[in-house]
């Protein structure tokens, strides 16, 4: 490019002595020799207004710094993808993940789409979850969702009957919040309920993820594969999980605060020994556990938000093992038998969360 550009710096100068030295020709003349300058230039400017070309030239600078630091950086990338994460999140452009991430090329497995969803009808998503979890063997699934999340606003603010696709793929999400129409009424305004929907959306395609039939034959094979739900803020760039992690290895209401990072492991297959029967999570003392974060957790918040984690996975799970646990013949009677109460299984949960604090 910038040998180019001398040249056409000589031609100028060339046309310009030859102008001079050829003062009848008119400059603006076809025969003129400035004419083929002109043109040149013309084409120049025409070629800097296309918006492609700006990208390719950052391209070439991103290429050549990273050659730079690591001349065999493409080669790696070519010979190997071995990446240890699916990311599920939403098409908006302010949410990529490597950038959020901090990772880098080859480092996550990526699934975008309006709305972070993954609905088992969407032969996208679950063709890049199929190859995923058997070719590439990823052992962590993130369904992420961002507050303020345009598809969510729709599902709340666009009519029903407006024709659109976007109203067409969005119907998941408006169930979601059919589903939670008393929570989300109950809050001031509709920012408050764009992001409460955004959060019940991220469980609810987390929950999808986990009953799709490429996770379940992986945990049904004993394939490590974990999955979470978090969602991105806008304001400050921090993730926060909802969920997780779910998986088929780990014990369920056994409360376990990670020494590191407290996380809590939970297991679909204590569900199932329990005759697929809901939990009392609603029972559990909130408070309580809150303060039993108090060594783990610094802030209040953080304790809070790995309490509802906690709990929201509590619930994801009992819906999952529902979900995976029905059969022909399970019948009505099996049913209510199979079912634990809530104070007894709460009470499990608060003797289990006691032993591990001692």
């Known amino acids: 490019m910038d040998l180019n550009r001398t040249q056409l710096a000589k031609d100028v100068i060339q046309a310009l002595v030859q102008q001079n030295l050829s003062n009848s020709t008119d400059p603006d003349s076809p025969s003129s020799p400035l004419s083929p300058i002109r043109n040149q230039l013309a084409q120049r400017r025409s070629f800097d207004a296309d918006p492609l070309d700006k990208l390719l030239r950052?391209?070439?600078?991103?290429?050549?710094?990273?050659?730079?630091?690591?001349?065999?950086?493409?080669?790696?990338?070519?010979?190997?993808?071995?990446?240890?994460?699916?990311?599920?999140?939403?098409?908006?452009?302010?949410?990529?993940?490597n950038a959020i991430l901090g990772l880098e090329p080859g480092e996550v497995f990526v699934q975008r789409n309006v709305g972070n969803q993954a609905t088992h009808t969407d032969l996208n998503c679950m063709s890049c979850l199929e190859y995923s979890v058997k070719e590439l063997k990823v052992r962590n699934i993130i369904l992420c969702g961002h507050y303020g999340c345009g598809a969510v606003k729709a599902a709340l603010k666009m009519p029903s009957k407006t024709h659109n696709l976007v109203n067409c793929w969005i119907s998941d999400i408006r169930e979601c919040r059919n589903q939670h129409r008393?929570?989300?009424?109950?809050?001031?305004?509709?920012?408050?309920?764009?992001?409460?929907?955004?959060?019940?959306?991220?469980?609810?395609?987390?929950?999808?993820?986990?009953?799709?039939?490429?996770?379940?034959?992986?945990?049904?094979?004993?394939?490590?594969?974990?999955?979470?739900?978090?969602?991105?803020?806008?304001?400050?760039?921090?993730?926060?999980?909802?969920?997780?992690?779910?998986?088929?290895?780990?014990?369920?209401?056994?409360?376990?605060?990670?020494?590191?990072?407290?996380?809590?492991?939970?297991?679909?297959?204590?569900?199932?020994?329990?005759?697929?029967?809901?939990?009392?999570?609603?029972?559990?003392?909130?408070?309580?556990?809150?303060?039993?974060?108090s060594p783990i957790c610094d802030s209040y918040r953080s304790r809070v938000d790995a309490v509802n984690a906690y709990i929201n996975t509590m619930e994801v799970n009992n819906r999952i093992a529902q979900h995976v646990g029905w059969t022909e013949g399970f019948t009505a009677a099996e049913a209510k038998q199979a079912v634990a109460p809530a104070d007894v299984v709460a009470a499990e949960a608060a003797a289990s969360a006691a032993s591990a604090a001692h």
Request: charged share 20%; aromatic share 10%.
């Open 58 to 97: 950052k391209n070439r600078t991103w290429s050549a710094s990273h050659i730079s630091e690591d001349p065999e950086y493409f080669n790696r990338l070519c010979t190997q993808q071995a990446p240890e994460y699916l990311w599920i999140g939403c098409s908006d452009s302010r949410v990529p993940a």
């Open 182 to 293: 008393a929570e989300l009424m109950a809050l001031p305004n509709l920012e408050a309920q764009t992001d409460r929907l955004c959060e019940l959306n991220v469980l609810r395609q987390a929950f999808h993820v986990c009953t799709s039939p490429v996770v379940q034959s992986a945990w049904d094979r004993g394939q490590p594969l974990n999955i979470y739900g978090v969602i991105y803020s806008l304001k400050d760039g921090l993730i926060k999980k909802l969920v997780g992690p779910i998986s088929k290895s780990a014990l369920l209401l056994h409360w376990m605060p990670h020494p590191a990072a407290g996380d809590f492991a939970h297991d679909q297959a204590t569900f199932e020994q329990r005759g697929n029967s809901f939990v009392g999570y609603n029972n559990v003392d909130r408070e309580r556990m809150v303060e039993e974060l």
